[in-house]
Nanobody, 122 residues
Framework: QVQLVESGGGLVQAGGSLRLSCTASGRTFSGYAIGWFRQDPEKDREFVAAITWSGGGTHYADSVKGRFTVSRDNAKNTVFLQMNSLKPADTAVYYC???????????????WGQGTQVTVSS
């Protein structure tokens, strides 16, 4: 089992920045790819970004490319999502998830955090 806890969400004005953290406990964290997803109550869960277990590979949704950066520190069992130039459309609950490989498919991740709310005001 891997337990994931997200933090760093909050309220920010459009154009601002936030850094989300996903901290893991339990089984070896470094062996897992980590994905970030987000969900608005009126929409399906949406892929945002993902990073390989080594940190050497990343993948982004087109909607966040150039604005968001995913990174990880395996020594601290933590993955980060740096979000810059935030827009109201980025408002959602953000979740991190652990799985065997980087994928945009939510169902292929085995472990999920409880989510953290990000609200971007116009």
């Amino acid at each position: 089992q891997v337990q994931l806890v997200e933090s760093g969400g909050g309220l920010v004005q459009a154009g601002g920045s936030l850094r989300l953290s996903c901290t893991a406990s339990g089984r070896t964290f470094s062996g897992y790819a980590i994905g970030w997803f987000r969900q608005d109550p009126e929409k399906d869960r949406e892929f945002v970004a993902a990073i390989t277990w080594s940190g050497g590979g990343t993948h982004y949704a087109d909607s966040v490319k150039g604005r968001f950066t995913v990174s990880r520190d395996n020594a601290k069992n933590t993955v980060f999502l740096q979000m810059n130039s935030l827009k109201p459309a980025d408002t959602a609950v953000y979740y991190c998830a652990a799985g065997g490989a980087v994928t945009v498919v939510a169902g292929l991740y085995s472990y999920w955090g409880q989510g953290t709310q990000v609200t971007v005001s116009s």
